[in-house]
């Protein structure tokens, strides 16, 4: 009997690395699909351009901190900026579900026009399609991205080397946390809002100032920063380790998930990265990072060691000096949140 597709397989965990794997990659091999990376780029002529494609099903559409229509373009244009490249056009297409109403249709294309001109993105081509009521849960959007790789841009797993320090770009867990409360299906009352946001003013200029310095870069969304360490472990053969004490994460968004049984390391963020930097550079990294206002919370959590000689992983150093494997999930927390 065939297997069945659960929510689970669109976590961004091992299921759903498991469902490229086994269905997709079988169909749609090529070597920029074998990279595995938010981006690929692709060479046309003497120049070289960044495209990626994306689509989200957040559920509830207005959240604190953003909406759909916003949540869809910082996607994309994360997906580029980590990859080094400058966005510069998207397409979208829009599923909607038949009795959406169109002055909330018209407030979400809003939002997506208003974060476009704040990235600095132009919409060059987009789609509509209504599909039978209860068969859309309001409206879905599909964006494709394409930027241009900046000058001195050199990123990929195979950059990094032991000693490399580990940096986030901010707070982790906030996007998941306010999703969460969101869906007013639990009785608590926090402050807690998305940390969505479009980090091309962040990140770009990392690459111009510290040329060389920044190894890796990757978005923390599905799975949280815990499944993208797992990814650069698997991927880099080094083994993570990182100090509990380091990691910044909102008191209220720490009480969440204690009362909740959640971890923090596993819930998605929208504007905020995890970036592997040479261990001279980071602190000089770090500055600039903290110098921007979506970076002001960035800190240094840990570092690469040595090749590892068995599987590789990440291990939490705990304020008692003892030390934990930090695995990556099979599933999700919670489905649904981007």
Known sequence: MSAKITL??????????????????????????????????????????????????????????????KLAVCGT????????????????????????????LALIAENFARECRNARVEVVAADTKVVERG??????????????????????????????????????????????????????????????ASLHDLVLPLLAQFPG??????????????????????????????????????PQVEGLCEMLGLSPWYLANEGTIVLIVDK???PAVLRRLRS??????AAVIGEILEAAQAPAGVYLQTPSRGRRILDALVSDQLPRIC
């Open 280 to 282: 001279q550079a980071a």
């Open 8 to 69: 689970g397989h669109g976590s961004g965990g091992r299921l759903t690395q498991r469902l490229i794997e086994d269905v997709f990659m079988p169909h749609l091999k090529s070597a920029a699909l074998d990279e595995a990376d938010d981006a690929a780029r692709v060479s046309l002529g003497s120049g070289q351009l960044v495209a990626t494609t994306d689509a989200f099903t957040v559920r509830p559409l207005f959240f604190p901190g953003g909406d759909i229509g």
């Open 213 to 250: 310095a920044v190894r890796f870069m990757r978005d923390a969304t599905r799975g949280g920063a815990a499944t993208v360490l797992n990814e650069i472990a698997s991927k880099s053969g080094h083994r993570v380790l990182l100090e509990e004490e380091r990691i910044p994460v909102k």
């Open 292 to 297: 921007h206002q979506l970076g002001r919370n």
């Open 135 to 196: 068969k859309g849960d309001g409206v879905f959007i599909t964006v494709a991205g394409i930027g241009s790789l900046q000058a001195g841009a050199d990123l990929g797993t195979g950059r990094i080397a032991e000693g490399d320090a580990v940096i986030v770009s901010g707070d982790i867990g906030d996007h998941g946390a306010a999703i969460l409360l969101a869906r007013g299906e639990l009785n608590i009352q926090a402050d807690i809002a998305s940390d969505c």
């Open 77 to 104: 244009v994360n997906d580029l900026v980590v990859c080094g490249a400058v966005p510069k056009c998207l397409t979208a297409a829009f599923i909607i579900e038949e009795g959406f109403e169109t002055d909330t």
